[in-house]
Nanobody, 133 residues
Framework: RAQLEQSGGGSAQAGGSLRLSCAVP?????????MAWIRQAPREEREVIAA????????YYADSVRGRFTISQDNDKATLYLQMDNLLPADTAMYFC?????????????????????????WGQGTQVTVST
């Protein structure tokens, strides 16, 4: 069962934009170290594409999205966003938000192994993004 609630996504043409949102349960807002967006394309492994260390607000972006995607959270810290601009057909995938809660795994925000499974213990339900030419 997903612990985070995702919204947004859908379909866009290449060059267009979409925004994903991820709501964090109120009781977990102050108990997080990191948040991230992970995607899985058909027949591919899960890939961490963006991560945010909430302790110092440092960020990580995969080479494939750097300069096009932006990870952020709102002022209430209750919602995580992924702004996706200049979309490419290669961005077509299922997108998941994830959080590191209660110091899971030593709170290593940028441990990218195994699609973030070593770093993130709260997950969203996933949302499909499809980019057409």
């Amino acid at each position: 069962r997903a612990q985070l609630e995702q919204s947004g996504g859908g379909s866009a043409q290449a060059g267009g934009s979409l925004r994903l949102s991820c709501a964090v349960p109120q009781r977990r807002i102050s108990d997080r170290s990191c948040m991230a967006w992970i995607r899985q394309a058909p027949r591919e492994e899960r890939e961490v594409i963006a991560a945010l260390d909430l302790r110092d607000m440092s960020t990580y972006y995969a080479d494939s999205v750097r300069g096009r995607f932006t990870i952020s959270q709102d002022n209430d810290k209750a919602t995580l966003y992924l702004q996706m601009d200049n979309l490419l057909p290669a961005d077509t995938a299922m997108y998941f938000c994830a959080a590191n809660v209660a110091g899971y795994g030593g709170s290593r925000c940028f441990d990218l192994r195994d699609g973030g499974r070593h770093s993130y213990n709260y997950w969203g339900q996933g949302t499909q993004v499809t980019v057409s030419t």
